[in-house]
C-alpha cells in the first residue's frame, strides 16, 4: 500500500490550491491520506495554512524539471493529482515517473498534440506497469466525454442502438476559462506554428485515436441555425480538445458508438431570426485566445465569482430514422475553477476507490475507464446533475 493515498502536485497555483481546499473539506476528516506537493516548501506552508488544512498535513517538495525527485514522490502516492501546466512544457517527466512507477495519475491537460506525444511514448510502459493515466478530468473534458456517453446509453436504452450522431450545445455558461487554459491554448498555438505535423494532430479528429481514420466530421465552425435546440449556434472554443476526447473514448471502448460516429460541439446563441444569426456570426469571429490579455496562471475569480458560475449542456443523440433523445449535463460551479477543481479531485477518488486496477494500466479518458462510476461520483459530491429530458 502506498504511503499516501493521493498526492496533489501543483498545490500552491490557482486551481491547485482550489483541489486542496477541496480534499481538506470534504475528507479532513482522516479517512484520506494526502500530501500537498509542488517546487516550494515555504509556498506549500502558505497555502496549507491558507485553506485551513491541518498542521500535520504532508508537505513534499519536487521541481517539474527534476526526473528523480518526481520519480520519489509518486513512489509514495496510490494517485498523482497534477495541475501543473501546460503540460508541454512542464508534464512530462511527472507522467513518465507515474507510467514507470506504475502509479495512477490524474490532470486537467488540454493540449491535444501533447496528448498524442504521450500516447505514442508511454502508453506502452503504462500498461506494463498498470499506471492509469488519465488525461482531461477538468471541464475539458468530462461534462462532454461523460455527456455523450449518457447520451449512447440512453440511446440503447430507448432504441437498442448507440445513436451514429452526437449533437453537444453548450446553451448556458457562466464563467471563464482559467489562466492554465489560457496558457496552454498560447503554447500549443505556438508549437503549431512552428510545427505542420503539430498543425496536422490539431486539426484531426481522431488525433488521439492513433490508427483510426473515421468517417467525416461535422464543421463546428460555421455558424448555423439548428432545429436540433431551436436556435442559432456558434462555435465552442473547447471543441478542439473535447470533440478528439469523445472520439478515443470512442476508440478505447471498441467503438461501443459505432466506427462511423459523428460528434460536434457548439454553443448555442440567445436571439431569433436574424438578431440570432448575427449574434452567432459575431461570436464566430472572436477569438477569445487572441492577445495577451488572458488571465496569467496562478490569477482566477474571487470565491464570489466561483460559486455564481454554472453551465447547462445539452447532448441531442439523433437517430437515422429522426428520432432523437436530448440528455443534460448541468454544473454548479463555474466551469473553469469552482467546477473543474471538483472534477480532478473526485476523479482521483473514483480512481482509488470504486475501480478495480487488475489489467487496466493504460492512458485512457474518464468516458472510457470508468463512466459510470465517475458519474455516480460527481452527482453526489462534485454538483453535477445528469438528466434525460
Known amino acids: 500500500m502506498a504511503e499516501f493515498d493521493i498526492v496533489l502536485y501543483g498545490a500552491t497555483g490557482f486551481t491547485g490550491r482550489l483541489v486542496a481546499e477541496y480534499l481538506a473539506q470534504r475528507y479532513g476528516d482522516g479517512s484520506l491520506r ?24 504532508p508537505l513534499l517538495a519536487a521541481a517539474a524539471d527534476d526526473p528523480s525527485a518526481l520519480k520519489a514522490m509518486v513512489a509514495r502516492a496510490g494517485v498523482v493529482v497534477t495541475t501543473v501546466g501546460p503540460y508541454q ?17 490524474v490532470d486537467l ?3 491535444p498534440a501533447w496528448m498524442r506525444l504521450m500516447i505514442d511514448k508511454y502508453d506502452a510502459a503504462a500498461k506494463a506497469s498498470g499506471a492509469r493515466i488519465v488525461f482531461s478530468c477538468g471541464f475539458d473534458s468530462i461534462p462532454f466525454d461523460l455527456g455523450v456517453w449518457f447520451a449512447q446509453a440512453e440511446a440503447r436504452r430507448r432504441f437498442g442502438r448507440p445513436a451514429p450522431r452526437v449533437k453537444g450545445r453548450i446553451r448556458a455558461m457562466k464563467g471563464t476559462f482559467s489562466g492554465g487554459t489560457f496558457a496552454s491554448a498560447k503554447a500549443s498555438m505556438a508549437a ?11 486539426v484531426d479528429p481522431f488525433a488521439l485515436a492513433p490508427g483510426f481514420a473515421g468517417p467525416h466530421q461535422p464543421n463546428g465552425m460555421v455558424p448555423h441555425y439548428d432545429d436540433a435546440v431551436a436556435a442559432w449556434v456558434a462555435p465552442f472554443m473547447m471543441a478542439v480538445i473535447n470533440t478528439k476526447n469523445v472520439h478515443r473514448t470512442n476508440f478505447l471502448a471498441g ?19 436574424e438578431v440570432g444569426r448575427a449574434a452567432a456570426e459575431a461570436l464566430a469571429k472572436l477569438n477569445p485566445m487572441s492577445g495577451n490579455k488572458g488571465p496569467a496562471p496562478g490569477e482566477g475569480p474571487s470565491k464570489e465569482a466561483r460559486e455564481s458560475g454554472f453551465y447547462d449542456i445539452a447532448f441531442v443523440a ?24 471538483k472534477m480532478i479531485a473526485e476523479s482521483a477518488l473514483c480512481l482509488l476507490r470504486d475501480v478495480p486496477a487488475g489489467g487496466k494500466g493504460g492512458i485512457w479518458t474518464p468516458g472510457a475507464l470508468m463512466p459510470e462510476a465517475l458519474k455516480a461520483r460527481l452527482e453526489a459530491h462534485a454538483g453535477l446533475t445528469f438528466m434525460v429530458e
Open 34 to 57: 494526502w500530501a500537498m506537493a509542488g517546487r516550494s516548501l515555504s509556498k506549500l506552508e502558505a497555502v496549507r495554512d491558507e485553506i485551513g488544512a491541518p498542521d500535520g498535513t
Open 89 to 105: 512544457l512542464h508534464g512530462e517527466a511527472l507522467l513518465a515517473a507515474c507510467a514507470e512507477t506504475g502509479t495512477d495519475y
Open 109 to 111: 491537460c488540454g493540449e
Open 192 to 202: 503549431a506554428a512552428q510545427d505542420p505535423a503539430i498543425l496536422k494532430l490539431m
Open 255 to 273: 467503438h461501443s458508438y459505432g466506427a462511423d460516429f459523428q460528434y460536434d460541439e457548439m454553443s448555442v446563441v440567445p436571439g431569433l431570426g
Open 318 to 341: 439523433e437517430m437515422p430514422s429522426e428520432e432523437h433523445v436530448t440528455v443534460s449535463v448541468k454544473g454548479d460551479r463555474d466551469p473553469g475553477y469552482g467546477s473543474t477543481s
